[in-house]
């Protein structure tokens, strides 16, 4: 079963606008990752944001996290054409019942950028 | 670029007819963890091999099996092909089990007619 579901399913922009989406989930967890996935190939890691995290930057890139909601979001800044992908986020929950090395994966946003 | 290989690149079967699916590991990594990704969905964890002993397993039936060999590359074997196997099959490899973040290989088209 699919613990995360992202928020929105399609998201459509221009280029240099901001991408925001979101991501809920059931249980608790040790850390959540997000992912980006170029036309059906392999995914691509992102960043990850640990349970005692709230907020991380890497680059363009900010993910915040809210335990108390079971929520996160990720913010893709300045857009560009190149990222053009889907974005999944996937919790790791091995240490609340979760088999080690089971990453749980969301349905996925798909982010067109147009330019 | 990961360094995660994943052979073949695209595959058709036959429903009934049995797949193996192959997957090499980025350098060091001793832990390779299989998904399935159906059409729109996000990957699904099937299993988890570490040092050559399977180590975790998602809600997939015993006709998926895998194996890790001692260069810590992997097999995915599918037997009795069904029409739902048809699917994106990745392969992900990590420095150790509870490595929190898995480099992903292109992944295996598998299509069964």
């Known amino acids: 079963s699919q613990q995360g579901e992202e928020d929105p399913q399609a998201l459509s922009i221009q280029e240099g606008e901001n991408a925001t989406m979101n991501c809920s989930y059931k249980t608790s967890i040790n850390n959540l990752q997000w992912y980006r996935q170029n036309s059906g190939r392999g995914l691509v890691h992102l960043i990850l944001i640990r349970s005692n995290e709230r907020e991380k930057h890497s680059g363009r890139l900010r993910v915040t996290l809210d335990t108390s909601k079971k929520s996160s979001s990720l913010l893709i800044t300045a857009s560009r054409a190149a990222d053009t992908a889907s974005y999944f986020c996937?919790?790791?929950?091995?240490?609340?019942?979760?088999?080690?090395?089971?990453?749980?994966f969301g349905k996925g946003t798909k982010l067109s950028v147009k330019p | 670029e990961t360094g995660v290989t994943q052979s073949p690149t695209h595959l058709i079967k036959t429903r009934g007819q049995q797949v193996t699916l192959r997957c090499s590991s980025q350098s060091g990594h001793n832990t390779v963890s299989w998904y399935q990704q159906a059409l729109g969905q996000g990957p699904q964890f099937i299993f988890q091999?570490?040092?050559?002993?399977?180590?975790g397993r998602g809600n997939f039936p015993p006709r998926f099996s895998g194996l890790q060999f001692p260069n810590y590359s992997s097999e995915l074997n599918v037997n009795a092909l069904e029409l739902d196997d048809s699917a994106l099959y990745l392969c992900?490899?990590?420095?150790?089990?509870?490595?929190?973040?898995?480099?992903f290989g292109p992944g295996t088209r598998l299509t069964v007619t």
């Open positions: 996937a919790t790791d929950a091995w240490n609340y019942g979760g088999s080690q090395g089971n990453l749980i």
């Open positions: 992900a490899s990590s420095l150790e089990r509870l490595e929190r973040e898995q480099y």
């Open positions: 091999y570490y040092r050559e002993e399977e180590n």
